[in-house]
């Protein structure tokens, strides 16, 4: 890691006189998608390693709960950075600007693949986007209507699909990853058939994104390692994660394809495979200046070392960005540029 820029130095300086109090913390604190997670803490580790400080501190929240913490005001109790698996509602905008938060900077890290995941025991899976709204949806399309999902084997969706029981593990509402699937999954799948787009929009968001209760579709938390074992203990269940657990558990897992194209690096950065989504995090900008060590993590973590194509971040599973969007990326982050 190496010094910060001129134009860093400045920010931090300006923002330093304009700092509502003269506190610190040590150490810095972020928050956030359980997806991002992986990423912040191997930077949180190299940054420790180099720094010969305090490692941050790091917890997996969830995207909703982590914008909820860090979006509860501003000062030594609350974080610094907070990792999503999506971009901020403006709901959440609402609640900082409501807290008296400030000015917020985004950081787009890289991509991720919205990966559905298997055992590696079991008979290898592929699905459309249709089928994964049948699957999982609380209500689906029949004889013109609506109804309480039927589907109880995924051989009841179609006839060459296994005669196993639908089972699938994901993510809860908090979590940005559920927010995704909903979008890239669910609302894709559900707008293939003529019923739904007859809808008012109302009815069509609650058709197309409420996931059935009764059992099938399982809600398992923020801990993305749990699903990862309920799946080598079942080889018919299906979960949903990043892409990056499922590069990590390879071993013992495999990817179901999505309309015939397997979530790999290649597909993901081609944005070949269907499910792919983009990877934040957002920075207080109150905390610059007086949070020990912020600075010199938030420049960490965009450096080429960590978000380039042969960065530590890559081995771990993000997709980088273009070379382009990472010089725009890392001249956002650096010059505390806001979000608005």
């Known amino acids: ?73 501003v000062g030594s109790a609350t974080p610094d950075i907070v990792g999503a698996s999506r971009e901020i509602k403006e709901s959440e905008i609402a609640l900082c ?45 029949a004889d013109g209507d609506f109804v309480e999902n039927p589907h109880e084997r995924w051989s009841d969706i179609d006839p060459a699909l296994p005669d196993s029981e639908i089972t699938v593990f994901g993510p809860p509402p908090t979590s940005g990853t559920r927010d995704a699937f909903v979008e890239l999954a ?63 558990n390879q071993d013992a897992l495999r990817g179901v394809s999505i309309g015939g194209v397997a979530p790999s690096f290649a597909s993901v950065r081609d944005r070949s495979y269907p499910l792919v989504r983009p990877l934040f995090f957002y920075i207080k900008n109150s905390h610059r200046g007086v949070v020990d060590g912020l600075e010199d993590f938030v420049f960490e973590y965009v450096d080429e070392a960590a978000i380039g194509d042969d960065g530590y971040l890559a081995e771990r599973g993000l997709v980088p960005l273009s070379e382009e969007e990472r010089g725009r990326v890392r001249e956002a982050a650096l010059e505390a540029t806001p979000l608005r």
């Open 1 to 73: 890691m190496t010094g910060l820029t001129a134009a860093t130095a400045l920010a931090a300086a300006l923002l330093t006189l304009t700092a509502p109090a003269a506190w610190s913390q040590e150490p810095v604190h972020i928050v956030g998608s359980s997806t991002v997670f992986p990423f912040t803490q191997a930077v949180a580790e190299e940054y420790a390693s180099v720094s010969g400080g305090g490692a941050p501190v790091v917890e997996s929240t969830g995207t909703g709960g982590g914008m909820k913490l860090f979006c509860g005001g």
């Open 186 to 248: 669910m609302e894709a799948g559900c707008s293939a058939f003529a019923e739904v787009l007859a809808l008012k929009a109302a009815r069509r968001d609650v058709v197309c994104a409420r996931m059935r209760g009764d059992g099938h579709f399982v809600e398992a938390g923020e801990n993305d390692n749990l699903i990862v074992q309920r799946l080598v203990a079942d080889e018919s269940a299906l979960g949903i994660f990043g892409f990056s657990f499922l590069q990590e």
């Open 97 to 141: 600007e409501q807290n008296q938060v400030g000015s917020l900077t985004e950081v787009l890290i890289g991509y991720d693949g919205l990966s559905i995941a298997q055992s590696r025991s079991g008979a290898a899976l592929s699905l459309t986007v249709e089928q994964i709204y049948l699957a999982l949806a609380a209500e689906v399309p």
